[in-house]
């Protein structure tokens, strides 16, 4: 991996991202960075994960889809519509190649895959799906002053089993939108099926 300028990437994320959705950035590289200190995997491709997840949540959907045309990615029918909060991994993946110099395959599989996961995911692509899951700033409170226990027990078992975060997660993710009539990419239930047999 070519050495990235830390302090220059942030800099640059930071001009192209809103206020509160770079702020939620620092916290997913930052607890990107802290598990993977934990977890024995490399804490500066973590960080510029962490930074670059959420990199192309500035542009359009009809950019993001304009990008992943171009660059032959195949989209799901659920990144295709227009409310999609998955389609910034796929395109972020691409505009952290072509816009920030980044070549690293796993640190672009970590982009790529962190709104739906995957089987066979590599410690990093693990930790920034959990991250972004789990980081400081995400609440998920029942009540104003009251904690989820799903996001503790996810936030617990992260420094611990990253397996054991990752089903908690796909399995909260899937109970959550089964209950709000929400559609689920083919992928996440696949990741799901995949870690539940315990790989």
Known sequence: ??????????????????????????????????????????????????????????????????????????????????????????????????????????????????TTGRPHMSQLEKIIYIADYMEPGRKRPKKAAEEDPDLLEVRRLAFQDLDGALRKILSDTLRYLAKKGGSVDPMTQETYAYYLEGR
């Not at 070519?2 to 994320?13: D, E, F, G, Y």
């Not at 304009?66 to 519509?81: F, R």
């Not at 998955?86 to 796993?106: F, M, N, P, V």
């Open 1 to 114: 991996m070519k050495t990235v300028n830390l302090a220059k990437l942030r800099k640059k994320v930071e001009k192209s991202l809103e206020a509160k959705r770079y702020e939620h950035t620092l916290g997913v590289a930052y607890t990107a960075a802290n598990l993977a200190a934990v977890h024995g995997v490399d804490v500066e491709k973590a960080l510029i994960a962490g930074m670059l997840h959420d990199c192309a949540k500035c542009l359009g959907h009809r950019k993001q889809i304009s990008i992943c045309e171009k660059n032959h990615v195949i989209l799901s029918e659920l990144e295709m519509q227009k409310d999609s909060a998955l389609l910034h991994a796929k395109s972020g993946c691409i505009l952290a190649k072509e816009s920030y110099g980044i070549t690293d395959r796993d640190i672009l599989n970590a982009i790529c895959y962190h």
